[in-house]
Every structure is written in C-alpha cells, then in structure tokens.
C-alpha cells in the first residue's frame, strides 16, 4: 500500500509517501502550484492533507487517490482522545505531532515541542489523552518583534549556538534574550511536566529542534518526520 501525508504549514509544505506503513520519501516546497514529481506522477491508494491555515483544496484536487483522501479537520476520528476545550481551533500540525508521539511512546508521557515559526508544546498522557499545550513565538519571530516594535533594535538573524549568557552589546544582549530565554522557557516547561508525570518522554520536531536539542536538559528525543507520522497514524486510522 502507497499512502501519502501533505502537511501544508506557514512557510512551506511538506510530504511524506509511506510504503506499507514505512517512510520511504519526504520533501518540502513553497507554494500550491509547486507539487514534485513524486507527487504529480504517482497514484496513492490513500492520502491525507492537513493545513494550520491555507486552503489545502488546490493540493488535493492535484493528487491521484484510488482510496480515501482525507483533510485533517476537528471532525476526523483521532486514534488519541482529544481533551482539548476547542478542537476547531486546534492546528492540525499540534494533534498530529502529538498522534506521533503517543504512537512512538505507547504507554508513555510524551511533552511534544514543536520548534517552527512558533514554539508549541503539547501533552498526550500514558493513556493516550490528549490534553493541549502552549503556543509561543518562535525565535525568527521574537527577533523580528524586537526589531518591528521598537525605534533602534536591529534584526538579529543568525541562531548562534555559542550565545552568551551576559550581552556585552546590544546584539549580544538580543541573542542572550531570545536564544537564553527560549532555552530556559522549554527547560521550564521540561520541569513543570516532570512534576506531572514521572514517565515524561519529550520529543522535539521543528526546523529550530536541532538547536534546542543541544541546549536543554536531560534526554531528548529528536524526531524531525513527527509529524508526516502523525498524519499518517490518523489517515490509517480511518481507512
């Protein structure tokens, strides 16, 4: 069985073609006019399109599906139960990221961050309920917030590993707020959690997921494919 998963996000989309339950491809491009061959010239027997925002119409009418073409959308059934007070409101990129890690971690607390144009965190307890998160700027947009709101800020752009603890200038004091605080922030979050659950695995997926796996404490699991996964677990799950 070839199935296919579409993860259109802000910046770009992404893909994943799953062969008898298995990654076997994935790639990334801008724009709804843009598909790649591996997606214009083969037919799949399944596929599922998720968007936190744009229509994802124009991508499915393009795709060749002989089975069920699913959107993700609040009325899709879930193989997690969903906790969340407003699943209308809840991006798809999240459910399915939290979907990966339940199905990684069976049995387990999974904290799941996010780190993209913005940071999210989310929780799927060892009974595999779902129970919501947090959303929060991610670093290219607190940079640019800072250079945006104010008269003399510049933009900072370089995610510099080696930032400092004390900013001797103004933008090292930048790199030390943006990149120190964020670090500390998820370090934060890490804590509370464990406090709630002792079995806590946290995962990390995002664009930014290899800096932050090189700053923050304890084990970390970083799972670029997390979410195409996730998808994929919930298009399974339905067909």
Not at 135 to 153: N, S, V
Request: glycine share 12%; hydrophobic share 40%; proline share 4%.
């Amino acid at each position: 069985m070839r199935n296919v998963a579409v993860d259109i996000g802000n910046t770009g989309t992404k893909y994943g073609i799953f062969e008898e339950g298995a990654l076997v491809e994935q790639g990334y491009f801008k724009g709804q006019d843009n598909l790649p061959p591996s997606l214009l010239n083969h037919t799949f027997d399944h596929a599922i399109v998720a968007s936190v925002g744009v229509s994802a119409q124009s991508i499915k009418e393009r795709l060749s599906v002989t089975g069920k073409l699913l959107e993700l959308t609040p009325q899709a059934a879930l193989p997690v139960i969903n906790l969340y007070k407003s699943p209308q409101t809840l991006g798809a990129d999240r459910i399915a990221a939290a979907v990966g890690a339940h199905y990684f971690f069976p049995g387990r607390s999974c904290l799941v961050f996010d780190a993209g144009t913005c940071i999210t965190h989310d929780f799927v307890d060892a009974q595999g309920r779902y129970h919501g998160g947090g959303i929060a700027p991610g670093l290219r947009m607190k940079f640019k917030a800072l250079h945006t709101f104010t008269e003399r800020l510049p933009l900072v752009q370089q995610i510099d590993e080696n930032f400092p603890l004390t900013g001797q200038s103004t933008q090292e004091s930048i790199l030390s707020g943006v990149l120190g605080g964020s670090v500390a922030e998820l370090n934060g979050l890490i804590q509370s959690y464990t406090e709630k659950a002792s079995d806590l695995v946290v995962i990390l997926c995002g664009g930014d997921a290899g800096f932050f796996e090189k700053k923050l404490k304890g084990r970390i699991f970083v799972i670029p494919e997390l979410v195409l996964i996730g998808l994929h677990r919930i298009l399974t799950h339905n067909v």
